[in-house]
């Protein structure tokens, strides 16, 4: 599956074209940047008056939790949303500076709990490398690491199993058998892909949720939140799990970038696991492993409320600045950390609203066509302090 998201090219190409859309000019005022047109100051008169002018968004509770559902923007440019609200209920807060934090993985755990013990690993230090050569510097894009001063790898004496510290902020682990194996549902013939379906009843997607997370409590130390789910399987049952994951941060997810392209100075955050009854063939995270570090004098602005986000969102579609169809409908709204870096050694961490689909559920719903051919945008990252767009793909 991940193979096949990589292949359509088409669409990566689309949303590196897009890329970062400019964000509008700044204005401080009281020690508050409010983002306005040099002709406009609307998103800054929405910012400050006390009550919303969206009548028709609907926030309702459903089994997945709290929903938001409603059609903002004007005739021929509307938003569609009926996304469930992933986000903690914030009243005041401020971006955050973050360095690379290789030591959130627990290599003692990662030996007993992966490998097994320590009997069962042959450590070896790799060549150093730099952030510089993790980019091809061709057409297609990449993921851009986070610079590394030195790398350790660790392999299973039966030399089936292999953990590497790709740089001071991710890791990869495989299994070379279950990679085998779970290759093998995949090539065999019919197989199916769906979201979020339990394989079986001996091994549901609740069960390799727990299962992950446990494993995770042991070798990270860090939070980690799960953000989707794509079940693979066969005609006969047999299957595997691929979750999505990305770490959490002072009660906030990070953006992931489930789209592997560069976007200026974004930093590309993604974690991969498969994951069957029988255990891992593969964890995969990029640029995953953060802390905050205490740089900033403290004081915090107010966080803009999601119907606050809606109304400065559909003022931009108004304006035409943020282009969306009819035919697409988003399907998350998160109130995440966008990494920002400037020389990918530190990152600022700048909270937003995001409005998405993640990439496996826009390619299999065709709404990737749809994006490609009218150039609407599918996902949208709105500051939620001062209402600034700080990106649009």
């Not at 009550?51 to 929903?67: A, F, P, Q, W, Y």
């Not at 050569?133 to 990449?142: F, S, W, Y």
């Not at 063939?281 to 915090?300: F, K, P, Q």
């Not at 990737?368 to 939620?384: F, G, K, P, Q, R």
Request: aromatic share 8%; glycine share 6%; with cysteine.
């Amino acid at each position: 599956m991940f193979q096949k998201i990589q292949g359509s090219i088409l669409f990566v190409v689309l949303c590196i074209l897009s890329g970062c859309a400019k964000a509008p000019e700044a204005e401080t005022e009281n020690g508050i940047q409010y983002a306005y047109n040099e002709s406009d100051e609307s998103i800054k008169n929405i910012i400050e008056k006390d009550t919303g002018d969206i009548s028709d968004v609907s926030l309702e509770e459903s089994e997945d939790g709290k929903r938001c559902v409603c059609s903002i923007g004007d005739s021929g440019n509307v938003m569609h949303i009926d996304a469930v609200i992933d986000g903690v209920n914030v009243k005041t807060i401020a971006a955050k500076t973050a360095e690379p934090f290789p030591d959130a993985v627990n290599m003692e755990e990662v030996i007993d709990v992966l490998f097994g013990g320590e009997a069962n690993v042959i450590e070896r230090d790799l060549e150093e490398k730099t952030a510089e050569q993790q980019n091809t510097g061709g057409e297609q894009a990449v993921m851009r690491q986070i610079e590394t001063t030195g790398q350790i790898s660790l392999d299973s004496v039966d030399g089936n199993m292999h953990f590497t510290l790709t740089s001071h902020a991710g890791f990869d682990y495989r299994n070379d058998s279950l990679l085998v194996q779970y290759k093998q549902i995949e090539s065999g013939g019919n197989y199916f892909e769906e979201l979020d379906k339990d394989i079986s009843d001996s091994y549901t997607t609740d069960m390799a949720k727990q299962d992950l997370l446990e494993i995770f409590s042991y070798v990270l130390n860090t939070d980690i939140q799960v953000v989707s789910c794509t079940s693979i399987y066969n005609e006969v049952g047999d299957g595997f799990y691929e979750f999505n994951f990305v770490p959490v941060i002072e009660e906030l997810p990070v953006a992931i970038n489930d789209r592997e392209m560069n976007t200026d100075n974004i930093v590309d955050v993604y974690g991969r696991v498969q994951i069957g009854k029988d255990g891992i063939a593969v964890i995969e995270a990029t640029n995953l492993l953060w802390r905050c570090i205490d740089i900033s004098d403290g004081s915090e602005a107010d966080c803009l409320g999601l119907e606050k986000t809606l109304e400065i969102l559909e003022e931009y579609i108004k304006k035409g600045e943020i282009s969306c169809s009819e035919k697409i409908t988003f399907t998350k709204v998160s109130l995440v950390w966008l990494p920002i870096t400037d020389d990918w050694t530190q990152a600022e961490l700048v909270p937003t609203w995001r409005f998405y689909i993640p990439c496996a559920e826009l390619i299999e719903s065709g709404m990737s066509d749809i994006s490609l051919t009218e150039n609407a945008a599918t996902d949208i990252c709105i500051n939620a302090i001062d209402g600034k767009i700080e990106n649009i793909q």
